[in-house]
């Protein structure tokens, strides 16, 4: 272990201790403080803060989560940042509500209990934890790829409590989704370290919802409407989700099962490349656009590929939702062999 120093976060006033071997992001997950995040590997810059005063010096990161300029003017990616002395930085993007209610992530030993095709090249893949792994609903782990020291982050569909389940889809050369073309099988160990994220339900009943998810992007989607089933939730929700074609829909019929216990509910799939009229056609956030009008009284719950998330909150912020009420994983992948 290295040299330990202070980082304060401003305008929050929150202290923490992070040792010189640990980024500022890691040292704050172990202390409970749950910082905005999202890739946690320098690609998406949910963590971009600034620097007020201090030594620090960051791992590799990609220009596009953090420009050179913004760089030499003193923004740094915190889930890249390591301190050589006592840090002050200010939080460009914190949810008060978040901050202080962070779990601590844990590594687990899981089992796998179930590999099962959902589509043609999105699996569900279901884990049985041999320790409790407490998280919200909502976010996700990462998974560790067998024989390697390589991590890969899924979130969970599954609310909490109970087996872990994961909706992944399947890449050509994919690190750990290529191991879902029967290489893994049940009963298979897996190591999961989390909870991470914070594309977690905020209470805020008298607002309306959308909900909004593409592709392997239903999985957190999905678990929140699970969620707001089982609470019976009385919220005005929209669910839109984008897919290609038909063929690439999913668990339609537990959506529809999940709809009809609220009140005010429904289901909108877009297909972008499907000429078929059996569904919505167009970019999902085109088919939001029609569907939807003022949305400055409503919250959103987003997550898929990056250039849905970046479209989405152009959208949503025009039609007057505040992007303060935008919550989103914006999912990078990998496809190293």
């Known amino acids: 272990m290295g040299d330990k120093h202070r980082i304060r976060f401003e305008p929050?006033?929150?202290?923490?201790?992070?040792d010189e071997e640990e980024t500022v992001l890691d040292a704050a997950f172990r202390q409970g403080v749950q910082l905005m995040h999202g890739c946690k590997e320098g690609q998406c810059?949910?963590?971009k803060s600034f620097l007020l005063d201090g030594d620090q010096q960051m791992e590799r990161y990609s220009t596009f989560a953090l420009a050179d300029y913004e760089s030499?003017?003193?923004y740094v990616l915190l889930c890249r940042?390591?301190?050589?002395?006592?840090l002050t930085v200010e939080l460009i993007n914190?949810?008060?509500?978040?901050?202080?209610?962070?779990?601590?992530?844990?590594?687990?030993?899981?089992?796998?209990?179930?590999?099962?095709?959902?589509t043609h090249d999105i699996v569900r893949l279901t884990l049985d934890p041999g320790d409790e792994l407490p998280y919200r609903t909502g976010q996700y782990v990462d998974i560790r790829v067998p024989g390697t020291e390589h991590w890969r982050s899924f979130s969970m569909a599954q609310l909490p409590g109970g087996t872990l389940e994961f909706l992944i889809k399947r890449y050509p050369g994919g690190l750990f989704s290529g191991l879902l073309d029967g290489t893994l099988r049940?009963?298979?160990p897996l190591t999961v370290k989390g909870p991470y994220g914070t594309c977690v339900m905020r209470d805020a009943p008298d607002r309306d919802l959308i909900l909004l998810a593409g592709g392997a992007g239903m999985a957190p989607i999905l678990a929140q409407l699970r969620g707001l089933a089982a609470t019976g939730s009385i919220r005005r929700t929209r669910f839109y989700y984008g897919a290609r074609t038909e063929r690439d829909l999913f668990a339609l019929d537990e959506i529809a099962e999940l709809g009809s216990r609220l009140p005010d509910f429904a289901f909108v799939p877009a297909l972008s490349e499907d000429p078929s009229g059996s569904y919505e056609q167009g970019l999902i956030t085109d088919v939001v656009d029609r569907h939807?009008?003022?949305?400055?009284?409503?919250?959103?719950y987003l997550c898929g590929p990056p250039p849905m998330c970046d479209a989405a909150l152009d959208l949503l912020t025009g039609k007057g939702m505040p992007e303060e009420?935008?919550?989103?994983?914006?999912?990078?992948?990998?496809?190293?062999?």
């Open 12 to 18: 929050v006033g929150i202290e923490i201790e992070a």
């Open 45 to 47: 810059s949910s963590c």
């Open 72 to 74: 030499e003017e003193g």
């Open 81 to 86: 940042a390591h301190a050589y002395g006592d």
């Open 94 to 118: 914190y949810d008060e509500e978040m901050l202080l209610s962070g779990i601590p992530p844990r590594e687990v030993r899981t089992t796998v209990a179930a590999v099962e095709p959902m």
């Open 186 to 188: 049940p009963g298979d």
């Open 292 to 300: 939807e009008g003022d949305l400055s009284t409503a919250d959103a």
């Open 325 to 337: 009420r935008i919550f989103l994983d914006k999912f990078t992948t990998s496809t190293d062999t």
